[in-house]
């Protein structure tokens, strides 16, 4: 806010600098003319200058609107630049070297005087501080700038362009470039269609013409002529900045059409720098959320606009204006379009009733001239062009995008209305028509939120309140002219209660409250502004500069507190993708020509854009995955883990849905793919037989289980996911018996629904009715199955002859492995430990737990350190792999192991689909040379020498 005060007060002063010296010249040569002028001429001289001066204010006048909309579209600049330049790394960076310094300092105090009492010790150290300060000030900062520096890189490409941030926009990002470098958004074609094949595995998906991306490839067009070290992330980079400049000019006309000037910049202003809008817009985030907000803000401006058209030509004008708007909307975002269109069907509906309810009597004596009438009339031509111009203008961009028919606006104003608010309402239904599991229930944005969080999200009850009373002070002004505001009134009323309900729902639309808050803001300055000015002029006698001044800088205050939350919210924004994973996907790209990356879904996006080969899946396409990927990682069996993967590899879940398109049964579909999978070929094709398949049919599910042509697969375990355990795990273990019967008996009545379950399902009946009401009374994904997790932290241990003491509170007697947990009640039992054995990791069972987790005992070194986990996890595929290097596994192999700068570790696996001998790594004993196991793995054959160079070359890599 500091640039848009400063830009005002310089304005202010210069008019008032240019007043003084042109009173102060004229003075002057009165002075030197005569000492005594006559009273008539010095009237006249006053008159001439009050003239020039209305002169001037009238002229600067021409310029207030460009300049309170200029100031709030660099206040977002400025704060959407910000992830560019990265700035925290100077905090981290200060913070780290004065962290050594005083590390040293308290060494060397240690040393001299190692009995010290620490408040004394503290004192010390912070005058040595003090010391050092002034005498290497110099050299401190440059090393501060040095590290600052370096941490920086480790975020930005080759050209110091800072990564994207977040997931999602790499999805666009890859889009983008294969656009810029082959001319199309996907990859290869199929069967005509444009097509990215390395997404969704082998299958691949409709590469489409995705705006977002359209966006990008423009912008890159449009600057890279001039500097052609623009790159293509450069592009992606900024896309997001720039919508958001834009959508500043429409909330500002918006707010100033109800509550004029004031209004208007300061509904601007609080939209331009909100922080629950900046975290999902800066530059960078280069997904779909500025369109969610600058395309219903257009619409919206162009509506109202609409509406008060003089004359019929205009009103049609900016009617199909708005129909363009929402056609371009649908395009960008065509899960979210409908809502804009809703609420001026709304708006329009409500008004017509009120209408209607007010005038009953007059209407009811004439209902043919209220037909007839200029209320009816708005209402079906309002309604009527914005529909119609909505379906022609989304025809001829499905046309000339090639990504649909000229029809299908018909199809999107249907959904609008109805498809689309119901499956809003469903959105995380869990086995209400499937077996399987959904995704969404695990998304952290779609987690409900509630009144107290949107209200501390939108800047305190203070400012929530002001925008409230803003919004109640338009309906206010309706008294006024009803025909002009009373629609503005209930659009805003729609609008603002459809959002609180939408954030209530999900914790991603508290973002899209942001500009009905705003506008409800602006509206709260702007009017009382307006009230405040006419009573105080009238009853206190003010100058009105004065008082317009004071008005100003007092409503100024009010955007202290959000301008400070900006700030902390863009200086915190930095790319969760670093420099590690960069050198770990790329890696993988050199080495195989066409793989299949495997890892949970987050990252997906990153795999298919910086390795530029498939992936299993991600944030767009997850599917029935989540369970058998959430499988691979969650079970003990590694045949299993490979077994799946191979399937994943062949040919995702198609065997499943093959297989359930001939039975017609989802139940026995799952049950039967889950034995097929373990089995050889010949016993699977035996077992189908039996099951009633034709030979046709048996080869086609076996060509989707157990292919001969599987390309190399890799396998991703990283940090992440140990926190994300509660999730992968939940799908990986997700009870289909469970889930059969949740969804049979979800919607019965007791009596039938007790019934089902003894009959169908063999319960008791003591069983079936605590099964019902259990059922009835639980979230699906909640009964259905658990959410196991690492219930700790990875914590250090130190070891005292035999013992091993945690921190996490595990005690471990390393002669036997007998274990326990230390806690406030004395010593308590685990479920079991797990530890590294000479060739495997052994788990030890307990009896007479009181503690339902496991432990792992990790060796670091000549230390230990360990965790604690759900007991589902102890032995898991994931255990094995990430805490102990993949220690006795017969599948899996090391490809790279990285770190990145803040310590979160990545390690890539290649994956046999052979067994092979035990791994054991170099920590627990001899290990298999990277060489010999990627010769293995993909099948090459080399002679000794080869090898021995690969493996060279490797070593150097890494």
């Given amino acids: 806010m500091e640039d848009g005060k400063n830009d005002d007060e310089i304005t202010i002063d210069f008019s008032k600098i240019k007043k003084f010296f042109k009173k102060g010249k004229k003075e ?76 040293s300092i308290s060494e060397q105090i240690d040393k001299q005087y190692p009995n010290l009492p620490d408040e004394n010790k503290i004192k010390i150290i912070n ?53 810029i470098e082959n001319g199309q958004f996907g990859n290869t074609y199929k069967d005509g269609e444009d097509w990215y094949n390395l997404r969704n595995g082998r299958v ?36 997001p900045l720039l919508i958001m400049t834009l959508a500043v000019i429409p909330i500002f006309f918006i707010g100033r059409r109800f509550a004029g000037n004031i209004g208007g910049f300061f509904a601007a202003v609080m939209f331009a720098i909100h922080p629950a809008l900046l975290n999902r817009t800066v530059a960078g985030f280069s997904d779909t959320d500025p369109y969610t907000v600058f395309f219903p803000l257009l619409t919206i401006w162009l509506f109202f606009e609409a509406l008060d058209a003089k004359t019929l030509k205009n009103r049609l004008i900016l009617t199909s204006s708005a129909g363009l708007s929402l056609a371009f909307f649908n395009f960008a975002w065509n899960a979210g379009w409908w809502y804009t269109f809703d609420f001026i069907v709304g708006t329009m509906g409500l008004y017509l009733v009120y209408h209607i309810i007010t005038n009953f009597k007059s209407i009811k004596e004439n209902i043919s001239g209220f037909i007839k009438g200029s209320q009816v009339k708005e209402f079906f031509s309002i309604l009527g062009v914005l529909t119609i111009a909505f379906v022609v203008f989304r025809g001829v961009i499905a046309l000339l995008s090639g990504t649909g028919s000229v029809l299908m606006g ?19 239904a869990v086995a209400a028509t499937t077996l399987w599991p959904n995704v969404l229930t695990t998304v952290a944005e779609l987690n409900p939120s509630s009144f107290p969080t949107i209200i501390s999200s939108l800047g305190g009850h203070l400012l929530f309140w002001i925008s409230v009373i803003g919004l109640f002070l338009v309906m206010f002004k309706t008294r006024e002219s009803e025909q002009k505001y009373l629609k503005f009134a209930i659009l805003l009323a729609i609008w603002f209660l459809a959002s609180i309900y939408g954030a209530l729902t999900s914790l991603r639309f508290i973002a899209l409250i942001v500009p009905v808050f705003a ?127 191979r399937m994943l590899n062949c040919g995702q879940e198609l065997a499943f849905d093959t297989i359930e398109n001939y039975t017609n049964d989802s139940y026995s579909s799952k049950m039967l793919i889950d034995m097929i999978i373990l089995m050889d070929k010949s016993k699977a094709d035996e077992t189908l037989k039996e099951a009633g398949f034709d030979k046709d049919q048996r080869e086609n599910i076996l060509e989707l289980t157990h292919c001969e042509d599987t390309i190399d697969q890799y396998y991703i375990t990283s940090q992440d996911m140990v926190s994300k355990a509660g999730v992968w795990s939940h799908f990986g273990n997700w009870d289909f018996n469970r889930a059969k019967m949740y969804n049979t008996v979800k919607k019965l009545a007791p009596g039938e629904g007790k019934r089902v379950l003894v009959e169908e399902f063999s319960l008791s009946e003591k069983d079936a009715e605590k099964q019902y009401y259990e059922i009835k009374s639980t979230p699906a994904d909640k009964w259905i199955t658990t959410w196991p997790n690492y219930v700790s932290q990875i914590a250090a241990c130190r070891t005292n002859a035999e013992i091993v003491f945690c921190e996490n509170g595990l005690v471990v007697n390393t002669t036997d492995y007998d274990s326990y947990l230390s806690i406030k009640e004395g010593p308590q039992n685990i479920m079991s430990l797990v530890y590294a054995g000479e060739d495997d990791i052994i788990e030890k069972e307990f009896n007479n737990s009181k503690i339902p987790y496991s432990a792992a005992l990790i060796r670091d070194g000549d230390n230990y350190k360990s965790i604690l986990m759900d007991p589902l996890l102890a032995k898991s595929t994931f255990t094995r792999l990430f805490f102990f290097d993949g220690l006795g596994s017969r599948y899996f192999r ?65």
């Fill in 127 to 179: 005058e040595n501080l003090e010391v050092i300060k002034q005498s290497n000030g110099e050299a401190i900062d440059q090393q501060i700038e040095m590290y600052s520096l370096g941490l920086k890189q480790r975020m930005q490409d080759d050209d110091g362009q800072t990564y994207l941030l977040a997931i999602d926009p790499y999805l666009w990002y890859g889009e983008s470039k294969n656009y």
């Fill in 204 to 239: 691949g998906v409709n590469a489409g013409v995705p705006f977002n991306s359209v966006m990008t490839v423009l912008v890159y067009k449009i600057i890279h002529p001039f500097n052609k070290d623009f790159s293509i992330m450069s592009a992606a980079f900024l896309v």
């Fill in 519 to 645: 506008l409800g803001f602006g509206a709260a300055l702007g009017i009382s502004y307006n009230y405040v000015k006419k009573w105080a002029s009238k009853e206190l006698n003010i100058n009105e500069m004065i008082l317009k001044t004071v008005i100003v800088l007092v409503f100024i205050l009010l955007l202290l507190s959000p301008v400070k939350s900006a700030w902390g919210t863009v200086k915190n924004e930095v790319p969760s993708f670093t420099d590690a994973w960069y050198d770990s996907l790329t890696e993988i790209k050199e080495a195989s020509d066409d793989a299949i990356i495997t890892s949970w879904w987050d990252f997906g996006h990153w795999f298919v854009a910086m390795s530029q080969r498939r992936v299993t899946f991600d944030g767009g396409d997850q599917g029935n995955r989540i369970h058998w990927v959430g499988k691979s990682l969650l079970t003990d069996d590694e045949d299993e883990a490979v077994a799946i993967l």
């Fill in 28 to 103: 002057e040569s009165r002075n030197e003319a005569t000492a005594s002028e006559p009273a008539e001429d010095s009237h006249k001289t006053q008159e001439e200058e009050s003239i020039d001066f209305k002169s001037i204010m009238t002229n600067s006048k021409r310029y207030l609107v460009p300049l309170l909309i200029l100031i709030p579209i660099l206040l977002s600049i400025f704060f959407r630049i910000q992830p560019f330049y990265l700035p925290i790394t100077d905090d981290w960076a200060e913070n780290s070297v004065y962290q050594n310094i005083r590390s």
């Fill in 410 to 428: 018909v199809k999107n104003i249907y959904e609008a209305l109805i498809a689309q608010p119901l499956w809003f309402i469903q959105i995380k």
């Fill in 894 to 958: 090391p490809f790279s192991d990285r770190s990145t700068f803040t310590g979160q570790k990545i390690q890539v696996w290649t994956v046999s689909f052979k067994p092979m001998d035990k791994l054991v790594p170099e920590k627990f004993g001899i290990q298999e040379s990277e060489g010999e196991a990627l010769s293995k793995i993909m099948g090459e054959e080399k002679e000794e020498t080869e090898i021995e160079e690969e493996t060279s070359n490797i070593a150097i890599e890494g």
